[in-house]
Each structure stands twice: as structure tokens, then as C-alpha cells.
């Protein structure tokens, strides 16, 4: 029962992370910008490198987000700043559940 409980866990993590990922993704390449900067070009101009060199960058932002880890990846406008906020309510809610869900 318990390795059914943490392979659940293991996959609904990576599943969040994915949708979360190319949600950033796609506030990067499309969502309008008051900055007319984007962090899609901000950093290393990911519209010129492969397809999944730019899935990585993103998973890279949005692991890095969910666990306080670092990146050289930033918001460059208000709404990437707002997903980057919100995102990290979600992580704080997110591992404070996982933390009691395991106790």
C-alpha cells in the first residue's frame, strides 16, 4: 500500500510539473508583455534552440520553483511575474500537503 501511495505521489508530481511547464511556455512565447521583454528571449533567445532544449528550460523554471531550487531563468514581465508568484503558492500548499500526507 505505501508503495502504491508514494509511486501516486511520484507520478502526480511529474504530471503537475509537465502541465506547469508548458503553462510557462506558453506565457513565454505568447502572452502579451508590458515589458515587450519575455523570458523566452531573455534567456539564451530559446526561439533559435531545439524543441526540446526549450521543454527543459521550462521544466528546469518550474522544478526549480516548486522547490525553491535555483535557475537562471526569470520573469521579465508582470505576468510572468504574477504565474511565478501563484506558482509558488501552489508549491507551498503543494509540500505542505505532500509533508502531511506522508506523516
Known sequence: ?????????????????????????????LAPSDTSYRWTIAFDDLVEV???YQYLSALHWTVAQMTLGSTDV?????????????LLFIALLVGSSLISFIS
Open 1 to 29: 500500500r505505501f508503495i502504491i501511495q508514494i509511486s501516486t505521489i511520484i507520478f502526480l508530481s511529474v504530471l503537475l510539473s509537465h502541465i506547469l511547464c508548458c503553462m510557462w511556455w506558453v506565457i513565454g512565447d
Open 50 to 52: 531545439s524543441l526540446l
Open 74 to 86: 526569470i520573469a521579465t514581465n508582470s505576468i510572468e511575474r504574477s504565474f511565478s508568484v501563484v
